[in-house]
């Protein structure tokens, strides 16, 4: 019987599930699950192949009865989309692409009236090079005191001819680029850790951090109920900036704490960010995108003055081998615990290949992959990794269309792309594209019910077989999969609450840990392997059979039971 799909009878009309309202549930976020949107591959209100805060308003009811807790959206911000957002131009307002400031206000409205919690990307650490204040420190030039707010510095050389320091682009190439004065004659440097169409800020200068907070106001004011921090391991730069005194640092990246990432400082930033966030009503919170060496490193960014959450990428780039995710458990767990943070579990997002397709290839070939592998296996193994994830204690991320099994699209034509790390000689290896295809919602039309008019990446032949309405009421698809579990752990005090886990003894390859009255046990083995019987099976993303006493699981399966 396919996993995807499986014989059912005619969908019956979903109940609409019993939802809280915004400001009765405490402390929601330590167990919350949250959805990314990343708007332009989400839903198209108006016709013109890209995705909007309409789109996204429209499908509101869909992430409602998905079961999820909280809606993170990726930029929305005026940008002129250097990188897909992340370049803002004005923090204040909403790029006419995606609508304006009335739909922002009316998507925050209805999803607080069904339940749902709006969180927004904030992109501290650079701006777009459209920003006025970088527009005017290069129209006033050398000296200029807007200048004093990015990183501009004199270069080497004799007629400082190179860059001020060694420093590397994430997205390849040196880390700063020389500007030509007003004058017409080449310049002083400035500093972009990723394109050069963003410009880092220098967090040492005061007008930088006031304009944060006061941003940080606008939107709380707007009633966002959190803010998702890109590059929160960036922003502070080490004192005179130093030269690394290597190439190939991306290679460094997760393994050291460079000059210009998880520097101390950046931990004053955020006690004063927590400072402002605290004076609104209503369980507002900060989630950390911080690549940090270490999980206890990530931890010191959600001590209890700081931030709440921290995304768990050491999680996300774990294998799917027992050994090593009880490991990565284990220590999340033990970093998070001495904080009072929640673990976070994370195995997607719009920066990585999909979970389904780096499942389907040979371990050890990193989280950006090329290759469609055996989509079979990636699918079965995606499926049980999700159960996984959504029995450990903490808060879980789905990104948008995992809950439908998709694979990176990894065919996309060259002349179709537009990671701007595509364009680069060197750097990330440019292939995010394929996990921002625009997602399928209907079996049929010009862009599977994304939208009136195309899809802004093509979407592939045969995506509506795996669209919200090909899975829909289909027992056994990986939609309805999602929403069981999702139910299921809603309604059971012992999933997602708490800090550990009592791990069982289990075979080679399986991971079996037991929560209260609830027990996980997932096999990521290729064989099925027979385990005892920890009571009724609750779910499972395979088809476990009784065998001798105990309960027969498939190769790469994950069960929940309950022992009442």
């Given at each position: 019987?396919?996993?995807?799909?499986?014989?059912?009878?005619?969908?019956?009309?979903?109940?609409?599930?019993?939802?809280?309202?915004?400001?009765?549930?405490?402390?929601?976020?330590?167990?919350?699950?949250?959805?990314q949107v990343y708007p332009r591959s989400f839903a198209d209100s108006n016709g013109d192949g890209m995705g909007d805060l309409e789109g996204v308003r429209s499908r509101l009811p869909y992430?409602?009865?998905?079961?999820?807790?909280?809606?993170?959206?990726?930029?929305?911000?005026?940008?002129?989309?250097?990188?897909?957002?992340?370049?803002?131009?004005?923090?204040?307002?909403?790029?006419?692409?995606?609508?304006?400031?009335?739909?922002?206000?009316?998507?925050?409205?209805?999803?607080?009236?069904?339940?749902?919690?709006?969180?927004?990307?904030?992109?501290?650490?650079?701006?777009?090079?459209?920003?006025?204040?970088?527009?005017?420190?290069?129209?006033?030039?050398?000296?200029?005191?807007?200048?004093?707010?990015?990183?501009?510095?004199?270069?080497?050389?004799?007629?400082?001819?190179?860059?001020?320091?060694?420093?590397?682009?994430?997205?390849?190439?040196?880390?700063?680029?020389?500007?030509?004065?007003?004058?017409?004659?080449?310049?002083?440097?400035?500093?972009?850790?990723?394109?050069?169409e963003q410009p880092d800020f220098n967090w040492e200068h005061p007008a930088v951090g006031d304009e944060f907070r006061s941003i940080l106001r606008f939107w709380l004011d707007m009633g966002?109920?959190?803010?998702?921090?890109?590059?929160?391991?960036?922003?502070?730069?080490?004192?005179?900036?130093?030269?690394?005194?290597?190439?190939?640092?991306?290679?460094?990246?997760?393994?050291?704490?460079?000059?210009?990432?998880?520097?101390?400082?950046?931990?004053?930033?955020?006690?004063?960010?927590?400072?402002?966030?605290?004076?609104?009503?209503?369980?507002?919170?900060?989630?950390?995108?911080?690549?940090?060496?270490?999980?206890?490193?990530?931890?010191?960014?959600?001590?209890?003055?700081?931030?709440?959450?921290?995304?768990?990428?050491?999680?996300?780039?774990?294998?799917?081998?027992?050994?090593?995710?009880?490991?990565?458990?284990?220590?999340?767990?033990?970093?998070?615990?001495?904080?009072?943070?929640?673990?976070?579990?994370?195995?997607?997002?719009?920066?990585?290949?999909?979970?389904?397709?780096?499942?389907?290839?040979?371990?050890?070939?990193?989280?950006?992959?090329?290759?469609?592998?055996?989509?079979?296996?990636?699918?079965?193994?995606?499926?049980?990794?999700?159960?996984?994830?959504?029995?450990?204690?903490?808060?879980?991320?789905?990104?948008?269309?995992?809950?439908?099994?998709?694979?990176?699209?990894?065919?996309?034509?060259?002349?179709?792309?537009?990671?701007?790390?595509?364009?680069?000689?060197?750097?990330?290896?440019?292939?995010?594209?394929?996990?921002?295809?625009?997602?399928?919602?209907?079996?049929?039309?010009?862009?599977?019910?994304?939208?009136?008019?195309?899809?802004?990446?093509?979407?592939?032949?045969?995506?509506?077989?795996?669209?919200?309405?090909?899975?829909?009421?289909?027992?056994?698809?990986?939609?309805?999969l999602y929403r069981s579990a999702l139910a299921l752990r809603r309604s059971r005090p012992d999933l997602g609450a708490g800090d550990s886990v009592e791990w069982l003894r289990a075979p080679?390859?399986?991971?079996?840990?037991?929560?209260?009255?609830?027990?996980?046990?997932?096999?990521?083995?290729?064989?099925?392997?027979?385990?005892?019987?920890?009571?009724?099976?609750?779910?499972?993303?395979?088809?476990?059979?009784?065998?001798?006493?105990?309960?027969?699981?498939?190769?790469?399966?994950?069960?929940?039971?309950?022992?009442?």
């Amino acid at each position: 019987m396919s996993q995807q799909h499986s014989a059912a009878p005619a969908p019956t009309t979903r109940p609409v599930p019993a939802v809280a309202t915004v400001a009765q549930r405490g402390d929601w976020w330590r167990d919350a699950v949250i959805y990314q949107v990343y708007p332009r591959s989400f839903a198209d209100s108006n016709g013109d192949g890209m995705g909007d805060l309409e789109g996204v308003r429209s499908r509101l009811p869909y992430l409602r009865d998905l079961g999820v807790d909280a809606v993170w959206l990726s930029p929305f911000y005026a940008s002129p989309q250097a990188d897909a957002g992340y370049d803002v131009a004005d923090y204040r307002a909403v790029d006419p692409m995606f609508g304006n400031l009335l739909d922002a206000d009316a998507l925050i409205r209805d999803a607080h009236g069904l339940g749902l919690r709006i969180i927004v990307d904030l992109v501290p650490n650079h701006s777009s090079d459209q920003h006025e204040w970088f527009k005017r420190a290069l129209a006033e030039g050398p000296g200029s005191a807007l200048r004093d707010r990015y990183h501009f510095r004199p270069g080497k050389g004799a007629d400082g001819e190179l860059p001020p320091n060694d420093w590397e682009s994430i997205f390849g190439g040196p880390a700063w680029t020389r500007v030509t004065e007003p004058d017409g004659t080449p310049g002083e440097w400035y500093l972009h850790l990723f394109a050069p169409e963003q410009p880092d800020f220098n967090w040492e200068h005061p007008a930088v951090g006031d304009e944060f907070r006061s941003i940080l106001r606008f939107w709380l004011d707007m009633g966002v109920d959190g803010f998702r921090i890109d590059v929160a391991h960036g922003l502070v730069k080490a004192e005179g900036l130093p030269d690394l005194g290597s190439h190939d640092q991306l290679k460094l990246l997760g393994n050291d704490v460079m000059p210009f990432f998880d520097q101390d400082g950046v931990h004053e930033v955020y006690r004063q960010w927590r400072l402002v966030l605290d004076e609104y009503a209503g369980e507002r919170i900060f989630v950390a995108e911080a690549w940090t060496p270490t999980v206890e490193r990530t931890a010191n960014y959600v001590r209890p003055d700081e931030l709440h959450q921290a995304f768990n990428f050491q999680y996300l780039a774990t294998e799917w081998d027992a050994k090593e995710l009880r490991q990565v458990v284990d220590r999340t767990l033990e970093a998070m615990r001495p904080v009072g943070a929640p673990a976070t579990w994370v195995l997607s997002n719009h920066d990585v290949t999909r979970h389904a397709t780096r499942f389907a290839n040979p371990p050890g070939l990193g989280t950006q992959i090329r290759t469609a592998g055996d989509r079979a296996l990636g699918l079965r193994r995606a499926r049980a990794a999700s159960l996984l994830m959504l029995a450990l204690p903490g808060s879980a991320y789905v990104y948008q269309g995992e809950e439908l099994g998709l694979p990176d699209v990894v065919d996309l034509p060259d002349e179709v792309r537009q990671d701007p790390a595509y364009f680069r000689g060197a750097g990330q290896d440019g292939f995010r594209d394929g996990c921002r295809v625009p997602i399928p919602w209907t079996r049929e039309g010009s862009s599977y019910g994304f939208g009136g008019g195309g899809s802004w990446l093509p979407q592939p032949e045969g995506w509506g077989e795996l669209s919200i309405e090909a899975q829909q009421g289909v027992p056994g698809s990986t939609l309805e999969l999602y929403r069981s579990a999702l139910a299921l752990r809603r309604s059971r005090p012992d999933l997602g609450a708490g800090d550990s886990v009592e791990w069982l003894r289990a075979p080679e390859g399986v991971l079996a840990f037991r929560r209260g009255e609830f027990v996980c046990v997932a096999n990521t083995t290729g064989e099925p392997v027979t385990i005892p019987s920890y009571g009724r099976v609750l779910l499972a993303s395979g088809e476990p059979d009784e065998a001798d006493g105990g309960t027969r699981l498939p190769a790469d399966t994950t069960v929940w039971f309950t022992t009442a």
